[in-house]
């Protein structure tokens, strides 16, 4: 994400491209002209979102890229165009309410629209389905006890603690074990929040408002660590302390 604008702001309008058709080549090198161009956005998988003022300029810039980068858009309609609309609800094509389920409505008009912009992002990261009917929650029944938490997270302010949903915090976190890596390799801190990270890792799906092309690069290098010290034949202190070091370089400029 460049600049101030925050893609969570409630008053926003966002636009939102879904780019999953594109492969991480051709999407490396959409935020690459993004970032040349100094144009605000922002990435949730593989939905790039941007301010509204930008659509136009983004609009040309996928156009040429399409052409140049040999982009092909499945679609059974024929559909050759980026699929982009306003950002109202949600951001992506997660899971969606089952026509036979059971349902269960919770009524939201008391709480803020910064509250229940923060409910939806957690709901998406946790992979939740639902829907808004005005400011209406509607969920799967059985699913009550996630929701209900995660309402409960937001309502006591800690709706942004989502693991990978929460914007920069994984990326800083994966910075200070590596920076701490790089003096010792062995630290057992380190080593600690190193174990408890690649639990919450998501490999594919960067952090919501995290460049894919940071977050990929990121990853391997954080993999090629934890292989480097979890070696059947043994620790490969040389090899782990290099990954590091490649790590910390990586993300110093980004935390």
Do not use: K
């Not at 309008?13 to 490396?28: G, P, T």
């Not at 982009?84 to 269960?104: K, R, Y």
């Not at 929040?193 to 594919?204: M, N, R, Y």
């Amino acid at each position: 994400m460049t600049g101030d604008w925050n893609p969570l702001d409630p008053d926003a309008v966002r636009v939102v491209y879904d780019l999953r058709a594109w492969n991480f080549d051709q999407q490396a090198e959409l935020a690459s002209t993004l970032a040349e161009r100094e144009i605000a956005h922002a990435w949730d998988g593989t939905d790039l979102v941007i301010p509204q003022d930008a659509e136009a300029t983004v609009d040309a810039i996928i156009d040429d890229l399409e052409t140049a980068l040999g982009v092909v858009y499945p679609d059974d309609d024929g559909d050759t165009e980026a699929d982009h609309w306003e950002a109202g609800v949600t951001l992506d094509d997660g899971p969606t309410l089952s026509p036979v389920a059971v349902l269960t409505e919770y009524e939201l008009d008391e709480w803020s629209p910064e509250q229940r912009t923060t409910l939806e992002t957690r709901l998406r990261h946790d992979r939740i389905a639902y829907r808004w009917e005005a400011t209406t929650l509607v969920v799967h029944a059985d699913e009550e006890d996630v929701v209900e938490a995660a309402m409960d997270d937001v309502e006591a302010g800690r709706g942004t603690a989502v693991g990978p949903a929460d914007d920069g915090s994984l990326l800083e976190e994966m910075f200070l074990a590596v920076q701490r890596l790089t003096r010792d390799i062995l630290d057992a801190d380190a080593l600690e929040a190193l174990a408890d990270l690649e639990a919450s890792i998501d490999p594919i799906r960067p952090p919501f408002g995290v460049d894919p092309v940071l977050w990929h690069a990121a990853v391997g290098h954080f993999d090629a660590l934890v292989d480097a010290l979890t070696d059947d034949e043994g620790a490969d202190a040389v090899a782990a302390t290099e990954a590091a070091r490649a790590l910390h370089e990586l993300l110093r400029s980004h935390v």
